[in-house]
């Protein structure tokens, strides 16, 4: 059984933490020289097992410690190296410890544009404020979504115009201006069969009135029944948001408006089954149609290339983020997004998890956490209290990988495996 017991796993290496990694530096070989009868990098086991947590849709991992010197940027260093070259994967390393940085020496790169920069220049951008041209539908929504503003963003071409309505920079609606007579809501519902045609005109009657969304109107007078309505306006926003991503060259602008006067929008009748709105039913169905020319572009200048192919590495720069803090948590959330649409792995070396510190709130916002724990000295108890610490606020421990381990057996590998084995 593991020190954070089962189901969680426990790879073994017996490197140094603060072990040279020569093959990580350009110019040196790409693989370690054999130490047992089969040429191996000592990390493929470990690679193999979270291959099989990618192949889960566990992309976004963060790898953590409970104290200093444990081992878990040699670990990420050297996972992600692994994963690039067994898996044929993309992946990207994302160093957020900015009190002790290390991936930058691990891979010879300088500390300089990193995440911290990144995060306070790009994501507390205002495309309202700059030329329209150079932000795609992606961009001004992801950048809306960071700063949680609410309003109008309008999206037109030739004489097709909508209106994505946006609540704290969630997305509660989308209105079309002049849809086809078919495609409304009240004729959608007369056309299933769910609305008379008496019905219908006395809501229409109402809506004049009143002035609300006709779902509104039909629920409260009951017109028509909540599945119907739900069913329809589900229907009627796929449709919108469809012909929005078949607008080649839209032109976008953002009008601010006030919480209350969005309240009428928010379509409650769309809540999914997990009840959280349509936001997440926008972005998980069509995020990765969304077309992001500025954040892709501007990020690509902040990503280091290293000697291995398909692994890229962004340092953690010189600028400190609390990511404890609403707004750096929002921004590294719509990093996140951005990377994972970009790599097919995202691994994120956090601060070791203490007191005050950001892996809590780092954790929550990715698939799962990898504790790095070392073998000699380590304390059972401090251990246990970062696994509850972690839990605690919303991450999932995937499982533990123990450093500096004495490698008794004849082959280091068989001992390898065993460790996941043995539970």
């Given at each position: 059984?593991?020190?954070l017991?089962?189901p969680?796993?426990i790879?073994?290496?017996?490197?140094?933490?603060?072990?040279p990694?020569?093959?990580?530096?350009?110019?040196d070989s790409?693989?370690p020289?054999a130490t047992?009868?089969?040429e191996?990098?000592?990390?493929?086991p470990?690679?193999?097992?979270?291959?099989?947590?990618?192949?889960?849709?566990?992309?976004r991992?963060?790898?953590?410690?409970?104290?200093?010197?444990?081992?878990?940027?040699?670990?990420t260093?050297r996972l992600?190296?692994a994963?690039?070259?067994?898996?044929?994967?993309s992946?990207v390393?994302?160093?957020?410890?900015?009190?002790?940085?290390?991936?930058h020496?691990?891979f010879?790169?300088?500390n300089?544009r990193g995440l911290g920069?990144l995060l306070?220049?790009i994501?507390?951008?205002?495309p309202?404020?700059e030329?329209p041209?150079?932000?795609g539908?992606?961009?001004?929504?992801?950048?809306?979504?960071?700063?949680?503003?609410?309003g109008?963003?309008?999206v037109?071409?030739?004489?097709?115009?909508?209106?994505i309505m946006?609540?704290?920079?969630?997305?509660v609606?989308?209105?079309?201006?002049?849809?086809p007579?078919?495609?409304?809501?009240?004729q959608?519902?007369?056309?299933?069969?769910?609305l008379?045609?008496?019905?219908?005109?006395?809501?229409?009657r109402t809506?004049?009135?009143?002035?609300?969304?006709?779902?509104?109107?039909?629920l409260?007078?009951g017109?028509?029944?909540?599945e119907?309505v739900r069913?329809a306006?589900?229907?009627q926003?796929d449709?919108?948001?469809?012909?929005?991503?078949?607008?080649r060259?839209?032109?976008c602008?953002?009008?601010?408006?006030?919480?209350d006067?969005?309240?009428?929008y928010a379509?409650?009748?769309m809540?999914y089954?997990?009840?959280t709105?349509i936001d997440?039913?926008?972005r998980?169905?069509?995020g990765?149609?969304?077309?992001?020319p500025?954040l892709?572009?501007?990020?690509s200048a902040?990503?280091?290339?290293?000697?291995?192919?398909?692994l890229?590495?962004?340092?953690?720069?010189?600028?400190?983020?609390?990511f404890?803090?609403?707004?750096?948590?929002?921004?590294f959330?719509?990093?996140?997004?951005?990377?994972?649409a970009?790599f097919?792995v995202?691994?994120v070396?956090?601060?070791?998890?203490?007191?005050a510190?950001?892996?809590?709130?780092?954790?929550?916002l990715?698939?799962?956490?990898?504790?790095?724990?070392?073998?000699e000295?380590?304390?059972v108890?401090?251990?246990q209290?970062?696994?509850?610490q972690?839990?605690?606020?919303?991450?999932?421990?995937?499982g533990?990988i123990?450093t500096?381990a004495?490698?008794?057996?004849a082959?280091?590998?068989?001992?390898?495996?065993g460790a996941?084995?043995?539970?």
């Open positions: 059984m593991s020190i017991e089962k969680h796993r790879a073994v290496t017996n490197e140094s933490p603060m072990k990694m020569p093959s990580l530096r350009a110019g790409p693989r020289k047992n009868r089969m191996s990098d000592p990390y493929e470990l690679a193999g097992e979270v291959l099989r947590l990618v192949a889960e849709g566990k992309r991992l963060l790898i953590t410690s409970s104290g200093a010197g444990e081992g878990k940027s040699t670990v260093a992600g190296r994963l690039a070259r067994s898996g044929n994967l992946v390393l994302v160093d957020t410890d900015q009190m002790r940085p290390t991936l020496s691990l010879g790169l300088e300089q920069e306070e220049e994501y507390r951008f205002d309202s404020k030329d041209q150079q932000f539908l992606g961009d001004w929504l992801e950048l809306l979504a960071v700063e949680g503003r609410s109008r963003l309008t037109a071409q030739d004489d097709q115009a909508f209106a946006l609540q704290k920079g969630a997305v609606s989308i209105l079309q201006d002049q849809p007579e078919d495609r409304r809501l009240g959608l519902l007369a056309n299933q069969g769910q008379g045609a008496e019905r219908l005109e006395t809501a229409l809506q004049r009135e009143v002035q609300r969304p006709l779902g509104d109107i039909l409260s007078l017109l028509a029944e909540y119907a069913n306006l589900r229907t926003f449709e919108r948001l469809r012909s929005i991503m078949m607008l060259r839209p032109k602008a953002f009008i601010e408006a006030a919480e006067s969005l309240s009428a379509s409650r009748h809540a089954s997990d009840g709105g997440p039913h926008v998980g169905k069509f990765t149609f969304l077309k992001q500025f892709t572009s501007q990020m902040f990503l280091r290339d290293t000697d291995q192919e398909k890229k590495v962004l340092v953690a720069g010189t600028r400190t983020t609390n404890r803090e609403s707004s750096p948590a929002a921004a959330k719509g990093l996140l997004n951005h990377l994972s970009m097919d995202v691994l070396d956090s601060p070791p998890v203490a007191v510190s950001p892996a809590e709130a780092l954790g929550r990715m698939d799962g956490v990898l504790m790095v724990v070392k073998a000295g380590y304390d108890q401090i251990i209290r970062a696994k509850e972690l839990q605690k606020n919303g991450s999932q421990i995937l533990a123990l500096q004495r490698m008794d057996l082959d280091p590998l068989y001992y390898y495996y996941y084995t043995r539970r």
